[in-house]
């Protein structure tokens, strides 16, 4: 065997054990103990290194830590990456303390100028879906308000040390402090750039049930959230939305196996409530295409975690689901979820399903495959900013765009070659 074969032979083995350590950590989540004591048994520091990097940008890492915690497993875990995660702990607790700071200093602003509103995702995610915000990977903020209340909000931000960033659709993105200098180091840690992402309410739509005559935020309750009073979605719009969030994130380059395993937290918790998934089932009806994102998200949360949706759930989400959407989920999905890289252009497969083919359309797949402009900003100087600073901003923007270059032409070959199997299996399930 010549040395270059012996390279590649090595190179599939490493990726083989890192596979299966990946899908331990996935199984660690519904396995018993004893189990989970023999799956780790075989991998040594070297491999849990390797896999560090999915770890962290997966979100699973400190939910694992707590897992293996709870089930007296920490002896399982090489001692450095121990070490790691209690520090990791450490940091995202403190983060999250300032996170949540931020969110009572601004709900409290918008209170005081009448504006109605509400806290979406983060901490306002049930504890049958999150039993313990500080375990959870989150950067920034998210709040939900009526459209005409768009300019009262961002007077209200600025106040804050807020500009808009980037308005996307209805979503206005806010930011403050200096952004650009944080690696992946400080995944965890809190970071000098804050961001606060403003959701405008969607026009209502003509009655199509019951529960469309009233929006989002009309159905908004006050809940106590570490000991304080805030705005926050009811039981079933929470459910809906995480469906829909997962779903979109499903829809573009990257989606975290953390959220698909809070997806499956709040379904096993909520298994045997009827009254719930009733609620679930009239608030999904009167908003468009919740039903295909809430069946996408179950779909590939069963793949990854197990089978988990009730038949009052699954008969009006799951087992209607189009054919070419559950070949997406079932050939790329769980794939995405562990691969290494965390970003994919796959999903443009799946938009390809989901989106009225025409000219237009057809070119906007074409700029996202491989777009010929400069990427976002991703750096920002606050006032009096020194030159040293400046280049430091500067440094980390041109590695961002070289980044971005990198993943466009890896990802848009994969695409490319990849297109080829999912057009002769397309052809499979439709004909």
Known sequence: MTMKNTQVSNEVRTRSRSLRLKEAVIASFWEPAPSLRARFAEFSAVDWQRIIYWLDVSGLALYLFDRLRCLGLMDCLPSAILWRLRRCLAENRERTDSLFGEAVAVGNSLRAKGIAFAFLKGVT??????????????????????????????????????????????????KAGIAGLSTLKDIYRVRAERAIDLHLLPEKAPDRAPVSRTDLLDRAQIRSIQGVLLPALSPADIFVQQAVHLFKHMCSEHTRASWVLEFWRHISARRHDKTFWCQVEAVASGEPQAGLAIGAAVLLTSLVFGPCAPEQLACWSLDRLPP?????????????????????????????????DSPAERTARRRLIFPFHMPQRVTRGGENERFASRLLRYGSQVRFVFIRLQFHTAEGLRFGFESIRWHRRLAEVTQ
């Open 324 to 356: 070419p959407i559950c070949l997406w989920i079932q050939m790329y999905g769980r794939n995405t979820l562990l691969s290494d890289n965390p970003r994919s252009k796959l999903y443009l497969l799946l938009l390809r399903q989901l989106r009225p």
């Open 125 to 174: 995610l049930p504890s049958e879906s999150v039993p313990d915000v500080t375990l959870r990977s989150q950067a920034d903020l998210d709040i939900l308000v009526r459209p005409f209340d768009g300019p009262r909000v961002q007077r209200c931000l600025r106040a804050h040390g807020y500009e808009l960033d980037v308005i996307s659709g209805s979503t206005w993105e806010f």
